[in-house]
């Protein structure tokens, strides 16, 4: 048994048997990870049935601590290769931080630096663990090549694709995979890619990301990885968040290259295609065949990065793109929330933070801007107050000029409730955006919020984005 082996070998390496044992929830690949902890001991065992694949992932973690990359220390391994010993980095995955801006649209400074630290990290990965690799010890391929791009897309062909229902034309499908992959690889270095370069695989210790799984890496692009960790299914980053975390990437690049970047910017495209089709393979091959449902919770959101990069066009490919298309728009894969629910999103915010994005997908709604209303936050005793609090309440009603503003607000938005109402539609966004984000806006979309609610009992969502408060109203 595997937990037996990692024991034993635990017990070899410290002297000291393990007093607690507990087994890492299981992932995609069928390696087990147990936590091991004794009295003066702290460590992770690791077991895998591939020998090759965990002599990768030793030999890369010693290369990239000596060259000063943040990745765990690797102690011991038993004479067959199946199993090691590796530093424990704790329990906090990044993906786990990004939970609420996920659930809520709501990225606090915290996580967003802690994304920035970690795609400002990515270029030293692929330029400092690329210098003097000895990459024939990758496993299994020791380059990004074509034969290691048809895999991917077949994969994605005979596991998501013939899944799907959608028909198709199998040698007119194969000819666009082979124009795909002319794109993919028409330029090549010598950098390490890392492949699966996203934040279920960076660790958090001390405020800083660490990496883990990288043993699929290889030498290959680096436009892959940008593509792995931005358009990460369920990582839902809103696009300009996006933008942002991939403008201090290429700033971060620049230091160890010359960045075009209008020609990166081409060519990450492709990528993007190609990693989103490799994670659609991904998850039918998980949730269809070996039956793991929750891999098929995930296909709706790599769906909706797949429509979104399909309006920029594909001539390259038109086959393809066709097919792709009519997988997009099938019934199969979309998320309709039941016909009589309607659910008014409304937010609060700051204009130099940018509108909040639509997360819905639906890209409709309002944009109010209360910046010509009287400011309270130009007066010292409201400035550390909010629009929730009495006394900028009293202020802003006193003056007026927000009244008649609102007044003007409910007559739009009440309007496009009731027609919403009425065609079944289920998703609506408002928001009120201010200099600040504190005192104005919040009071105009508290008031909305519990208008709405209260005239038409609809679900409301309230997101007072920068002072990081959600409220449901149902």
């Keep these: 048994m595997a937990v037996e082996i990692v024991k034993k070998l635990f017990m070899d390496y410290t002297g000291e048997i393990p007093g607690e044992v507990t087994e890492f929830p299981s992932s995609g690949s069928s390696r087990r990870y147990f936590r091991l902890k004794s009295r003066h001991y702290g460590l992770v065992g690791v077991w895998g049935d591939s020998s090759e694949e965990n002599e990768a992932f030793k030999y890369m973690s010693a290369h990239f601590r000596e060259r000063g990359l943040p990745v765990p220390e690797v ?37 967003c630096d802690l994304l920035k630290k970690t795609v400002r990290l990515l270029p030293a990965v692929q330029y400092k663990g690329a210098e003097d690799m ?24 005979y596991c998501f694709l013939k899944t799907a229902g959608i028909d198709f034309r199998e040698d007119l499908l194969e000819d666009d995979f082979g124009r795909l992959a002319d794109l993919l690889l028409q330029n090549t270095s010598d950098t390490f890619m890392y492949r699966d370069f996203q934040s279920r695989n960076v660790m958090v210790r001390d405020g800083e990301p660490w990496l883990i799984d990288y043993q699929g890496g290889r030498k290959g692009p680096v436009y892959y990885d940008v593509a792995s960790f931005l358009w990460q299914a369920r990582a839902k980053f809103p696009e300009t968040l996006r ?38 393979g991904a998850y039918g091959f998980r949730g269809y065949f070996e039956k793991k449902s929750h891999f098929l919770q995930s296909i709706p959101a790599a769906i909706v990065n797949l429509r979104d990069w399909l309006r920029g066009g594909f001539d390259e490919c038109p086959y393809l793109a066709s097919v792709l298309s009519r997988l997009v728009d099938s019934d199969r894969y979309q998320v309709v929330p039941p016909k009589d629910q309607l659910e008014v999103s409304v937010y609060s915010f700051a204009y130099p933070k940018g509108i909040p994005e639509d997360t819905s997908g639906n890209g409709g709604g309002f944009v109010f801007d209360c910046r010509a209303i009287h400011n309270p936050g130009k007066y010292e005793p409201y400035k550390a107050l909010t629009g929730m609090d009495e006394p900028v309440i009293r202020f802003l009603e006193e003056d007026g000029e927000i009244t008649v503003f609102l007044s003007h607000v409910y007559a739009l938005v009440d309007a496009s409730v009731e027609r919403y109402l009425k065609r079944g539609f289920t998703s609506l966004t408002v928001a009120f955006g201010c200099t600040g984000g504190q005192h104005r806006s919040v009071y105009s979309a508290q008031h909305l919020a519990e208008h709405l609610h209260g005239k038409y009992g609809v679900r409301v969502r309230l997101v007072h984005r920068e002072r990081h408060i959600e409220t449901i109203y149902q």
């Design 75 to 111: 102690y011991a391994s038993s004479g067959d290769g199946l199993a090691y010993l590796q530093e424990d980095l704790g329990d906090t995955l990044l993906f786990d931080l990004m939970a609420e801006g996920r659930n809520t649209g709501i990225w606090s400074e915290e996580v």
């Design 134 to 157: 000895d990459f024939a010890r990758c496993y299994p391929l020791s380059a990004f090549n074509r034969r290691g791009v048809f895999w991917d897309l077949n994969y994605f062909k």
């Design 243 to 280: 933008e942002m975390l991939l403008k201090e990437y290429l700033e971060e690049l620049s230091r160890y290259t010359s960045v075009d970047e209008t020609e990166f910017r081409k060519q990450l495209r492709y990528f993007v295609l190609f990693r989103l089709l490799q994670v659609l």
